[in-house]
C-alpha cells in the first residue's frame, strides 16, 4: 500500500506542535500530528483536577514502586499521586547521563503544555544581540523586530496576565490582560525596592492564565483563572495555556487535523533525488510496526532532545551525521536555565492581614543585571531574574513537631502564622559546544530507536553568577525589613529547570548552524524545527512564548513557500 499522504506533518503535540497545528490546519493543509505517548483529551482525561488531598491515596506521595519508575522525574519535585499520570515513566524510556541531565518529559497528547510553568517574558533586543556583541558562540539570524508581531498575535490568542512596566529596553512590555495581585507582604517589598534599588523592578509574574477572556477565547469554553493551583493536574476551565484546551482544539475545528498517539519518531526520509523530506518514518509504541507518512512539510516539535534524537537518527548518502548537520554542530550546544537557588525570610506584622485563593504565580523581579554599562558585573557574562516563590503565611501544618494538647492548642492551629517570602533565581547558561546529546553507538530503546548520551555541565560563568544571585536576594530581604534570611543553593543537573535549549541551533551561515532564520533546516528546506532545539542562546526568561511565537513565523513562511511552489 502507498504510504498515507498529507499537506503537513508535525511531530510533536505540546507547546510548539500545538502552535504549529493549529496554525497549519487553519491555513488550509490536511496535517498529521504524531505523538509518541498517549491520547490526552481535555476535560475528559484530568482524574485527579478536582481531588482533594483526603481523595488521593498515600496522602499523594507515590510508593516506592512507582518512585522507581519515575526515578529521573521525581528529581524536578513536580511527580506525585495527583501528576504522575502527565510524567513520563523513565523505565520505560531510558537515556545515558555521562554527567547528571533531568529530562523531565511528558509523553502524551499536550506534552508538557499540561504542567508548564505558564510564565510568559519576551525576549528583547539585549538577548538577541548577546552573542554577537560578546564574540559567544555565534550570532542569532533574527532580532528582535523580526519577532515581536508574533510575540503579539501569539499573546492574545492564549491570554496572558501580568503588569506592563513601560517598555524597559531590556524586557519588552506585552499584550496583557490584568495582572493578578500581589498580597500585602509583596506590595511592602516592591516598595521597598524601589526606595533602596535603583533600577529594579517587582511585578507579578507574568503568566497564560486569563483573567479577562476574550470572546475568541469563551469561544473554544475558556474561562478566568479560579486560583485552586492546580495547574498541573489539567484545568477543566481551560484558564491557562495548554495545547489540548486551546490550539489542537482550534485545529480540529477547521476538519483538517489527524491525531496519531502512540506513534514514536523514528527518522525523517530524505529524498536524494528532490533534495527535500518526503516524509516521516514512526514506530507504532504499541504494535512495534514502522510505518511512513508522507507529507509537503514536515515541522519537527518532539521537544529539544527528542527533536534532536530524530535528526540524528535521519541520516542518508547527503546527510550520514543527520539530518541537515554539514556544520557538526547538531546536538551540541545544549543549554538551560539554573534555578532553584536564593534566600527565604520571616516578616513581622501584617498579622492582621491574609489573602484569598491560592495564585498560581509569583512576584517576579526582571534582570538588572549587566544590561549597560553602569549595571556591568565584571565577574560573569548575562544575567538573572527571580521569580516564583513569593509570599505565604503558615497554616495548621505548622503544629507538627510542636508541644501542646488540648482545645487551645488545637484553636491556635486556626490561627494564621507569621509570614514568610522567598526569592527563587533563574540565571542564564551559556552556549557550549561541549555540552552536548548525541546517540548512543550500541544501545537502543524498545522501539530499537539509539538511546541518547546526555554530556551537559555548568560551568565556571554559571556558578560565579550563582554566588550574586544568592547575595543580592538575601540583601534585597534584609534592606526590606526581614529577619531570618538563609540563602539556598541546590543546583542539581542541566535540565532541572525543564528549559533545555540548543542542539539544533539557528543561524546565517550553514557551516555552524542546523538551521536558518525562519527554522528550516540546511539543505533540507521542507523541514522546519520550532521547539527548543532551535535557540541560538537561552536568555534568563522562560522560553515557551518564544517557541509560540517562533512556530506561527515559521508556519506563515512555510505556507507563503508553499503557495510560491518553493518546497
Known amino acids: 500500500m502507498p504510504n498515507p499522504k498529507y499537506d503537513a506533518i508535525v511531530i510533536g503535540s505540546g507547546i510548539s506542535g500545538g502552535w504549529a497545528a493549529k496554525e497549519l490546519c487553519e491555513k488550509g493543509l490536511k496535517t498529521l500530528v504524531l505523538e509518541k505517548g498517549r491520547m490526552v483529551k481535555h476535560i475528559e482525561d484530568y482524574p485527579t483536577a478536582n481531588a482533594e488531598p483526603w481523595d488521593l491515596p498515600n496522602h499523594g506521595r507515590l510508593t516506592p514502586e512507582e518512585k ?17 499520570h502527565f510524567f513520563t515513566k523513565d523505565i520505560d524510556n531510558p537515556y545515558e547521563e555521562t554527567k547528571r541531565f533531568d529530562w523531565i518529559r511528558g509523553n502524551h497528547v499536550g506534552g508538557r503544555s499540561i504542567t508548564w510553568g505558564k510564565h510568559c517574558y519576551r525576549w528583547s533586543e539585549l538577548d538577541f544581540s548577546a552573542n554577537a556583541r560578546e564574540g559567544i558562540a555565534i550570532d542569532w539570524p533574527i532580532r528582535y523586530k523580526d519577532i515581536q508581531p508574533w510575540y503579539d498575535y501569539v499573546e492574545k490568542y492564549i491570554g496572558v496576565s501580568g503588569e ?9 512590555d506585552q499584550q496583557l490582560q490584568p495582572p493578578m495581585e500581589l498580597n500585602c507582604i509583596e506590595t511592602h517589598f516592591k516598595g521597598e525596592v524601589a526606595k533602596k534599588f535603583g533600577g529594579r523592578h517587582v511585578t507579578v509574574g507574568r503568566v497564560a492564565h486569563i483573567t479577562q477572556p476574550t470572546a475568541e477565547q469563551t469561544a473554544l469554553g475558556r474561562a478566568s483563572c479560579k486560583f485552586r493551583n492546580r495547574c498541573s493536574r489539567g484545568c477543566p476551565f481551560g484558564a491557562y495555556f495548554s495545547s489540548v484546551s486551546v490550539t489542537l482544539p482550534a485545529a480540529e475545528k477547521t476538519g483538517n487535523l489527524t491525531i496519531r498517539p502512540n506513534s514514536t519518531g523514528h527518522s525523517i526520509i530524505y529524498d536524494e533525488k528532490t533534495g527535500k523530506a518526503s516524509g516521516v518514518r514512526i514506530v507504532d509504541t504499541e504494535t512495534l510496526e514502522m510505518l511512513e507518512f508522507d507529507a509537503k512539510i514536515i515541522f519537527v516539535c518532539a521537544s529539544t532532545l527528542g527533536s534532536t534524537q530524530i535528526l540524528l537518527n535521519s541520516t542518508s548518502n547527503r546527510f550520514p551525521n543527520g539530518l541537515g548537520n554539514d556544520s557538526g554542530e547538531l546536538g551540541h550546544n545544549l543549554m538551560d536555565h539554573h534555578y532553584r537557588l536564593g534566600a527565604i525570610g520571616d516578616y513581622d506584622g501584617f498579622e492582621d492581614k491574609y489573602y484569598k485563593g491560592r495564585r498560581p504565580n509569583g512576584l517576579f ?32 501544618g505548622a503544629g507538627v513537631n510542636e508541644p501542646g494538647i488540648g482545645g487551645e492548642f488545637k484553636d491556635g492551629l486556626f490561627q494564621p502564622g507569621g509570614w514568610t517570602m522567598g526569592l527563587v533565581g533563574f540565571g542564564e547558561c551559556l552556549p557550549y559546544h561541549e555540552n552536548k546529546a548525541l546517540l548512543s553507538k550500541d544501545k537502543k530503546d524498545k522501539w530499537g530507536i539509539p538511546l541518547l548520551v546526555i554530556d551537559a555541565e555548568y560551568k565556571e560563568n554559571e556558578l560565579k553568577m550563582r554566588e550574586q544571585i544568592k547575595a543580592d536576594a538575601a540583601e534585597m530581604l534584609e534592606n526590606s525589613g526581614f529577619k531570618n534570611i538563609k540563602t539556598f543553593d541546590n543546583i542539581g543537573g542541566l535540565g532541572i529547570a525543564v528549559h533545555e535549549m540548543g542542539t539544533a541551533r539557528m543561524g546565517r551561515d550553514a557551516k555552524t548552524s542546523v538551521l536558518n532564520g525562519n527554522n528550516q533546516v540546511h539543505g533540507c528546506p521542507n523541514v522546519f524545527v520550532t521547539d527548543g532545539a532551535c535557540m541560538t542562546s537561552n536568555s534568563c526568561v522562560n522560553p515557551s512564548i518564544t517557541y509560540m511565537a517562533l512556530t506561527a513565523r515559521a508556519v506563515n513562511h512555510a505556507v507563503e513557500e508553499l503557495k510560491k511552489m518553493n518546497l
Open 68 to 84: 522507581e519508575q519515575h526515578h529521573i522525574q521525581m528529581r524536578s519535585g513536580f511527580v506525585g499521586e495527583a501528576t504522575k
Open 365 to 396: 523581579i526582571p534582570r538588572y543585571v549587566n544590561v549597560d554599562e553602569k549595571s556591568k558585573n565584571k565577574n560573569f557574562l548575562r544575567g538573572y531574574d527571580y521569580q516564583g516563590a513569593g509570599s505565604t503565611r503558615a497554616d495548621w
Open 164 to 172: 506592563n512596566l513601560g517598555n524597559l529596553p531590556h524586557f519588552p
